[in-house]
């Protein structure tokens, strides 16, 4: 359960922080809602992950693939360029990412 828990939480942050922009500062309020409602989620599964796998680890899979797949969504969604630069940045928080949980012993397998 806690790499499903985790999964969540990344897609509730990813639609959170989507919805920051589609929100235009709070001004509209179903996107407003949407960052809101979550962030709660995002945060609540986020701490239910930490009962079984380092905070390190699990932030550092939380952050990173939150922002390979915000800039993936600001890419589709609202037309934001990705120069090769991002997307070198971009595979190297994926392997990270493929790293800690395929040869780390500290992910909490």
Request: charged letters at 5%; hydrophobic letters at 60%.
């Amino acid at each position: 359960m806690t790499y499903i828990y985790l999964f969540i939480a990344i897609i509730s942050e990813v639609i959170a922080t989507s919805s920051l922009k589609a929100s235009e500062g709070f001004t509209r309020f179903y996107p407003s809602v949407a960052v809101v409602v979550g962030y709660i989620i995002s945060f609540i599964l986020l701490s239910l992950v930490l009962k079984s796998m380092p905070v390190g680890i699990a932030y550092a899979i939380w952050a990173g693939m939150g922002i390979v797949l915000v800039a993936c969504a600001g890419f589709i969604f609202f037309g934001q360029k990705l120069d090769a630069y991002a997307i070198g940045g971009m595979v190297l928080i994926i392997a990270g990412v493929l790293m800690i949980n395929l040869l780390s012993k500290t992910a909490g397998h």
